[in-house]
């Protein structure tokens, strides 16, 4: 019997976030998570089950080659078997993940924005290595406990992300942090949620 997936949603957009930010994708959204950040943005507990088939049928209607995994948190769902058969219709895989439990070694892109400390990290031998850390901004935010924590090699890039609260007058006070943050750290880029800012999905 085929193995099912838990699927929030499938969508083409474009990346709003981080490195890839503007690239046209195609985004599988699966649902549940382990954490229930209060700033979440995302209904992830409504879902249909898919069979990798009818998930590759339903992202062959879009024309980019790019597929970012997200959630929700895609590792309780997603292995290496999954990321080959979109690797073998041609698809560049990129998955957002809190970076709590091992990513599959075969994607070409790893997102880790970490929320808890406790067991985050991609310390474990076979998960893989983040190219890029995005971490959620606040005022009280010490980006410098990340990097103690996870330790990310060289070649991570580093990204800071002022948290969307909702309240448009502690957003302003965060960025302004944030910003000022990252000129006193010029290690750290800033990674503005543009599909919000233009409004788009």
């Not at 193995?3 to 929030?8: G, L």
Request: glycine share 6%; proline share 7%.
């Amino acid at each position: 019997m085929r193995p099912t997936y838990r699927i929030n949603d499938i969508f083409y957009s474009l990346q709003g976030e981080g490195h890839n930010t503007g690239r046209a994708a195609v985004f599988i959204r699966f649902a549940g998570c382990n954490l229930r950040c209060p700033f979440c943005d995302t209904d992830f507990d409504n879902y249909r089950e898919m069979n990798i088939e009818q998930i590759l049928k339903a992202i062959s209607d879009y024309p980019t080659s790019f597929a970012v995994l997200t959630g929700g948190e895609p590792t309780l769902q997603v292995g290496e078997s999954f990321v080959e058969k979109l690797h073998a219709k041609g698809y560049e895989v990129a998955m957002e993940s809190n970076g709590i439990h091992p990513a599959p070694r075969n994607l070409d892109w790893l997102t880790v924005s970490p929320k808890k400390i406790a067991g985050s990290g991609q310390d474990t031998p076979q998960g893989k290595i983040p190219d890029e850390l995005k971490v959620i901004f606040e005022e009280d935010t010490d980006p410098a406990v990340w990097l103690f924590t996870l330790n990310p090699p060289a070649t991570t890039k580093l990204y800071l992300q002022p948290c969307d609260t909702g309240n448009a007058e502690r957003n302003a006070s965060i960025l302004q942090a944030c910003v000022d943050y990252i000129k006193k750290h010029p290690q750290w880029r800033l990674s503005l949620q543009t599909h919000k800012l233009i409004g788009i999905k």
